[in-house]
């Protein structure tokens, strides 16, 4: 069905323009068959819209279109990914807004139109999400591309899409009437130019500092966003602010995080350890912390959602109501958690030919794979895993994720997995679901029996698929870092692996040993024989994931925090 194109935001949202919040960030993934988020970043910000909708906050989201979106992921039998653009059809999800604005990049004046899809509330409130798109006649071959792939190009792809992001982005709100913006919020730093463009008509650094949230989400430095310099001037030409150099640029680059430092009043990080660590990355500024969440609604299963609709009333709008769940009859909990587990096993044996078992523990493992987060630490000692399998409960595995184009490291571990689950085969049973998305992981948080996360902290700022499985009453087994160093109640939401940091530990702990013998003995000593044997203790642990967990770490919680801490301090 194509949609018509429409003159003003207000034929498809009333009051679309008594907005005070705009949000942006680089990707925003609301719907799967909307590829324009490559992961945690992007499907948060889509659970932070849907609660802002949820609870009425009066936002607008600004992001960029993909029209290629991040890469469709194939895995050949040598462990090799391909990747291939995505095709996906726009105008079924969203509609074109006849208003253009222009950036001037390298001298040359792009132009950008917007769409806009709507997130509608529980209770009917409407939030616009505009998706920039450069995908013009009057633009040149080249700048065309501009907003066709999603962390894909080189270091000039990248910032002429954080210009027309950031730049574009407050003027095509302007354009739109949307003149009361009160804050700008940047989810990470890939739209920090949008303070350059504010400075242009604010009067003074400090008038844009008021208006300005950010949230850094990456607790490593070459995480962050850099420019070369020469590079940034060539293409915004007048806007560079060279007077700022001293303070936004280091080594000759300029670095997004610094910038929207600068700018910004209230900044955060995105776990309580996170926000700690920034502190110590970043000491001349004020960093707070907001801790992650996911959309309740969202990523809890339809036999949850089924289940809690009847158990607990209101917690689509109010999802603290979950603690109610605590004194829920466990085996409701349990036989739900049969149904996911039956339709992810049913899908895996589909998908991937690999004979799982409707009885045998499960664990689940997916995320980006990149190494700091460790895909292949499970299989850290291979003959001690199958000693585990052997002889004190059976084992199978569930793998899915994606390695960035340029990632090599990540790649290799791909292959190093699949290589695995080759030479293991009659042995153990693992499976690689292959390009990991958003209805991927529905189906594997939910269905799996635990969710594992071995990250090498403090690298993890956040992490959010953990939350995700305890809406699913799914027991966590994770290092500690990120929101599991505040969700963690061992043996009651789940369990730890490897030691505790400490309060001012905020350097690399990179002893994978230490980690994974506690790992192994967690699984020997304690999971399995409590799976296999206990089952009525069991599943009071899945129950405990859901009343103490999923009622905290959701994004209604974490708008609140937002709207009170940040937006209306
Ligand atoms: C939730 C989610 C993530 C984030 O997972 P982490 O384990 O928190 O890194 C990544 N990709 C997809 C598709 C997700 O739904």
């Known amino acids: 069905m194509k949609k018509r194109g429409v003159n003003h935001l207000s034929e498809i949202i009333d009051d679309a323009v008594a907005r005070d919040i705009a949000y942006f960030s680089m990707e925003i993934g609301v719907d799967p068959r909307i590829p324009t988020y490559s992961g945690g970043l992007g499907v948060l910000a889509g659970d932070t819209v849907k609660s802002f909708a949820d609870l009425k ?268 769940v605590a004194g829920m009859d466990k085996f409701m909990i349990w036989d739900t958690h049969l149904k996911n587990k039956k339709k992810l096993i049913d899908v895996v044996n589909k998908e991937t030919n690999s004979g799982m078992d409707y009885d045998i523990f499960t664990i689940g493992f997916a995320r980006r794979f990149t190494e700091y987060k460790r895909p292949d630490l499970l299989f850290y000692d291979i003959g001690r895993l199958l000693n585990i399998n052997d002889n004190i409960g059976a084992i199978q595995i569930i793998f899915s994720g994606k390695a960035h184009p340029k990632d090599g490291q990540g790649k290799e571990t791909i292959k190093k997995i699949i290589s695995i689950k080759n030479q293991l085969k009659g042995r153990m049973k693992i499976a690689y679901l292959e390009n990991y998305d958003m209805d991927i992981a529905r189906l594997l948080v939910s269905g799996v029996d635990i969710w594992l996360n071995t990250p090498l902290r403090p690298r993890e700022a956040s992490g959010t698929s953990g939350m995700k499985a305890a809406h699913n009453g799914v027991p966590h087994l994770s290092v500690l870092d990120g929101w599991w160093i505040e969700g963690h109640i061992e043996d009651i939401t789940g369990w730890s692996i490897g030691p505790r940091p400490k309060p001012d530990e905020n350097e690399t702990f990179a002893d994978s040993s230490k980690d994974v013998e506690d790992l192994y003995h967690k699984l020997e000593s304690r999971i399995l024989p409590l799976y296999y044997k206990d089952r009525d203790n069991w599943t009071r642990k899945m129950r405990s994931a859901i009343a103490i967990n999923a009622s905290f770490f959701n994004t209604h919680r974490m708008v609140q925090q937002y709207v009170t801490n940040a937006y209306f301090e």
């Not at 291939?84 to 807004?97: G, H, K, N």
């Not at 670095?255 to 209230?266: E, G, I, P, Q, V």
């Not at 970043?282 to 609604?297: C, E, Q, R």
Request: aromatic share 10%; charged share 25%; hydrophobic share 35%.
């Open 57 to 324: 906050v009066p936002v607008v989201a600004v992001t960029l279109l993909f029209r290629k979106g991040h890469f469709y992921q194939k895995i050949d039998d040598s462990g090799m990914q391909h990747e291939s653009p995505v095709e996906w059809s726009v105008d079924d999800f969203m509609q074109l807004i006849n208003k253009k604005v222009t950036v001037k990049i390298e001298g040359r004046e792009v132009q950008i139109q917007a769409w806009v899809h709507y997130i509608q509330g529980v209770t009917g409130f409407k939030v616009p999400i505009l998706f920039l798109d450069t995908n013009i006649p009057d633009n040149n071959d080249s700048d065309k591309g501009i907003t066709d792939y999603l962390y894909g190009g080189d270091e000039r792809y990248r910032l002429m899409q954080e210009i027309v992001l950031g730049i574009g982005g407050v003027r095509m709100l302007k354009a739109l009437g949307l003149d009361s913006i009160k804050k700008y919020h940047m989810n990470e730093g890939h739209s920090a130019l949008l303070t350059l463009e504010l400075l242009g008509t604010e009067t003074s650094v400090d008038t844009v500092r008021e208006k300005c949230v950010f949230t850094t989400h990456t607790p490593v430095p070459a995480g962050h966003d850099k420019f070369e310099e020469g590079l940034v001037r060539s293409l915004l030409g007048e806007i560079w602010p060279a007077h700022l150099k001293d303070e936004i640029c280091e080594q000759g680059k300029l670095n997004m995080t610094l910038l929207a430092l600068r700018f910004s009043k209230y900044i955060n990080g995105v776990a309580k350890k996170h926000g700690e660590v920034s502190r110590t990355m970043f000491p001349k500024y004020h960093i707070d912390s907001i801790t992650n969440g996911v959309h309740s609604n969202t990523w809890s299963s339809k036999h949850f959602r089924d289940l809690y609709d009847l158990e607990v009333p209101g917690w689509r709008t109010d999802p603290f109501a979950l603690r109610k």
